[in-house]
């Protein structure tokens, strides 16, 4: 049910939808990956991560963005509540009872707060490289 409602839904619903469908894809690309028994296989970083990252991301397109109508600070708690479904989603997938706290504890913290500054400072000075070739449309700030 709750497919048919992202799916047909607001912009805030296919946001959902698409935020839920990469998380489904980042975790059946790293299928055989996850296995806790076999560390080398991890892939780095591990779906929540790369998951929360993409998160942050879109939250800094919301925020610098209202026309899109998803406030930035509720879409961040959506999409760590999304990730989460998601994982279950994954485990009926799998046929298994997911074990979800370690996403909890991605979702749950800062730490992307620093990644994300050193990525604003690099692109402040990569970014007028760029402006010479900007043909239309935006080039992010």
């Not at 939808?17 to 990469?22: G, N, P």
């Not at 980042?26 to 998951?51: G, V």
Request: hydrophobic share 40%.
């Amino acid at each position: 049910m709750k497919a048919i409602q992202y799916s047909f839904g607001d912009n805030i619903s296919t946001t959902k939808t698409v935020l839920f469908s990469t998380y489904i894809l980042f975790r059946l690309f790293d299928f055989t990956e996850w296995d806790d028994l076999n560390q080398d296989k991890k892939s780095h970083p591990e779906p929540p991560i790369r998951m929360h990252w993409l998160s942050c991301t879109l939250y800094e397109i919301f925020l610098k963005r209202p026309v899109y109508k998803y406030d930035a600070n509720f879409f961040i708690k959506d999409s760590s509540k999304i990730i989460v479904e998601a994982e279950i989603a994954f485990g009926h997938i799998k046929g298994e009872v997911p074990d979800v706290r370690g996403i909890y504890d991605v979702v749950s913290s800062n730490f992307h707060l620093k990644y994300l500054q050193t990525i604003k400072d690099k692109w402040k000075t990569i970014r007028p490289h760029l402006v010479i070739h900007k043909r239309g449309g935006n080039l992010a700030d």
